[in-house]
Structures are given as C-alpha cells and as structure tokens.
DNA sequence: GCTCTTGAATAAGTACTACCAATGGGTGTT
DNA sequence: AACACCCATTGGTAGTACTTATTCAAGAGC
C-alpha cells in the first residue's frame, strides 16, 4: 500500500522536482538566499557548470529563474551579480523558504510575523462574513484538533493542523491575495518549529484564542473574530521576542 | 544630454529587457495572466517554438520562469499545463502587472485594495515610530508635491508623487516585507490610473489625508498615522466600487 | 464476460554539445 | 578627454540522444 505522502514530502518534491534545474535551484537558492554569496558577487556560467556537474543550458535555466525573483541579474561581459537584498521578491515563497533555512532566520521570522499582524485579523474580520458553513465547521474541528495535539504534546500534529487553521481562515476571507498568503503563514510556522524557535509544548493560551476565533467566525461576529486573531498574532511576535531577541 | 529615465521605462526594459526570452515572456505572461489560455490549456513547447519563432531554449527559459511563478507546469509526455488560479503565485509584481493588464482588472483591483487596506495602515503606524528625518522631510515635501499636482490636475505626476508617498511610508515601517509591498501598490496605483479606473481629477480629500499622514508621523504620533491611512485606503476602496462596481 | 496486470509503442519534455552572434567593459592610442 | 578596438562573457540556434509518463492492446486470472 503506498504511503500517503505528506505536506513536506509534497513541498520537497515540487522543489527539487524531478529536474535536473531544479537541482541546482535548490542549492543555489539557498546560498544566495542565505547570504552565503552576499550582493556583488559575480558567479559565472561556466563556473556554476563545473560545480554542479551540469550543462550550459541546465545552469541557464536555473539563473533565469533567480532572475525572475530578482535574487541576481545577468548581464553580458560581467556575469551573474547577487543583487541587493532590498531588490528581491521577498514574497516568493520559495525565497522565504530559503532564507528561513538560512543565517538570519529569526530577523527574516519576525518581520514575517509583524506582516501577519496586519493581515491576519483583517482576514479574519472579513472571514466572518464570508465563510461558508463548511469552513465553519473545519474551523471548528481543527481548532478542537489542535487543542487535543496540545494536551498530547505533538508538535507534529499540532503545527499541521495550524496551518490548516490559518489556511482556512485566510482562504474564507474570499480575498484571493489574502488566500495566497496561505502558503507564506504555513513557511512561518514550519520554520518556527523546525528550526526550534518555538516553546517546546504548544501554548495553551494560544489554543484557547484559536477556539474563540472559529467561534466568533460561525456567529459571524467579524470584530471580535479581527481582535482573537489580533491577539494570536501579537502573541507568536512575543515569542518571538523572547525565544530570540 | 540624455534624457532621465522615467520609472515606466525603467519598468518596460526590465520587463521585455533585450534578451529574447523576455520578449516571448512578455506576450506569454499576459496571455496566460489575463485568462487568454485558462487553466487546464495545455501547451507545447513546438507549438510556442513556432509561434514566436524562437529556438526550444530560449522557450523553455520563458516557461522555467512561468513555473517559478507556478502559472504551469511542466509535465513530460503531456506538456505545459496552465495551473488554476489559485496557485499562481499573485504576488509577483510581473503577474499582477499582466493580470491589471488583463480582463477582470477590477476584481483584482478590489483584491489588491484590500490588501493596502489590511498593511498600509499598520505600516503608517510602524513608520511614526522609526522613520529617519529625512524619510519624513521626504513624506511632507512628496505630500506638498501631490497637493500642487492636484490642483494643476496633473495626473501624471500626481501619480508618480503618490506612488512615492505610499513607498516611503513602506519603507519608513522598517519592515522588510512592507518595504517590498511598495512595488504592488505602485502597480495598483498605476493600474487604476492607466486604465481610467480612477476619478479624472484626484480627489482633494485624499490630498489633505496624505498631508496629515505626513504630519503625524513626523510628530510620531504611530495611532494617528495609522487612522489617516486606513482613511486613505477605505477611501480608495470605496472609490473603487463607485467606478467599478 | 469482465477486470486486472503486463508490456510495447509513442509522444513529449529533458539534457548535452558545438557553434556563431551580439554586446559592453577594458585598454590603449590619439 | 575622446575614440576605436579587442575579447570575455552571455545570448541564441541547431541537432541529437535520453528519459519517462501515458496510452492502448493483449493476455492472464476470476
């Protein structure tokens, strides 16, 4: 029986999917990402051929992409210059994913967080209106989910069912920017966790906020459901305050 | 002498920038964005190959960035299939610019005001308290140079001074994810203005809300700032359902 | 007779190579 | 300081061989 893969199988396999750029994608990324080649630098094609093992066109195809995520320009007579971090799409998940994995993890988290802080609640206010009955009812279930994992300490199962929460909530907004930043909240919240910058145990405090918000969500009290998640968020920007200053 | 550049051809070169594979990106894009070829289109790259009369590289360049922005994807033995909407990666500047460009601009519009509505407000408010002196000397003479562009009835420069008003309180916020939102919502102003979404004569109420903005983070007064630019923000949804209903 | 497996045919993307074109930074000359 | 020239480096084309998913048909098993 093939084992049903999961949210991280899934994201691994669409990274490093199959092809051989992506391959090089995958190492490259992170390395500019993390800074490992800070700004100027200058890469050349046939540099990156020889340290990846590949042809021309595979390593063509990898720049093109960073090009489009505004991590490097490529330019005749010069090469590959790393450009300047306020140049990048910073909102490219992949780019957040790799920057999470990298050196200044906790700054790139905490401006991160501070974005939920603005969206987050607005969504939820709006959710209020505009959710249908079955994602008041996923709400429901999976916040009860997540105070169960909570008692049972499982991270594991705990974070998958946040994400699910937050997901939700952002897609039940009805506004498509706000349903895209799904994936940006699921990258904060896997990164927070697997790189330990979390309490070890899930705090209860925050599970009780996320039962009230489904609540306020299904009697479609929108102020009351911006303010819970107003508060959900400024609690993970706390944490994050105290678990790295 | 030669001529400054203008923030829109700046914009143009990068975009359709020399190399060919931008150019067949700059037909392709939109054509996908605007719903020209809608998901579940399925493409070959002979197809493409023939149509823009490029070699199978330089298509496939053009396609490995599509991917990048997940608008398709790349399947053996099937071809290049469109993605449904709802994982296009919508905040990429290049595909918000193809999707304003395209048919329902004005649900996107409304989407993307939402979004202001939801980050700019908690950005004035971040600004009041970590703006340097000159962001806010930048802020007070952008918000005089509006106000004169208003009553000259100048849309052009109105909308350049606009566009650089809302940047620098992105910027002034601190916040990395903030500052970057600057190019989307140069994107929308331009949108509206370009696609006469947008009263003829820029409103004298919303000149006197960015004259204020500026005075109150210049008095660090975060809550103030923060009101007057949800003010600001409401004020341009509104104006969206009015013209765009 | 129907379903499930097996395997071959095939179509499409994937990858490599070699070669020429274009361009723009550097250098040296006037 | 202006200009012309050179050449390193990316940009683009063509052709070829490889890989793999899909499809479909034939056969085995029920």
Redesign the interface.
Known sequence: MPQQESPRDRRERDETGGGL?SRVLAELGPAIASGEHPPGTVLRIDELEARYGVSR?VV??AV??L???HLVESRRRVGITVRR??E???????VIRWRLAGADRSRQLK??T??R???E???AG?AADAATPGQCRELTVLAAEMAAAGRAADLAAYLVHDIAFHRVVLEASG??????LGDVVAEVLTGRTEHHVMFTAPDPEAVTLHVRVAEAVRARDAVAAESLMREICVGALRELDILAP
């Open positions: 750029h066109t063509r195809e093109r992409v090009e489009a995520m971090t306020e990048w799409n910073v909102f490219d998940p992949a401006s991160l501070t974005l802080t603005a969206v609640p607005v969504a709006l506004n498509e920017m706000f349903a895209r």
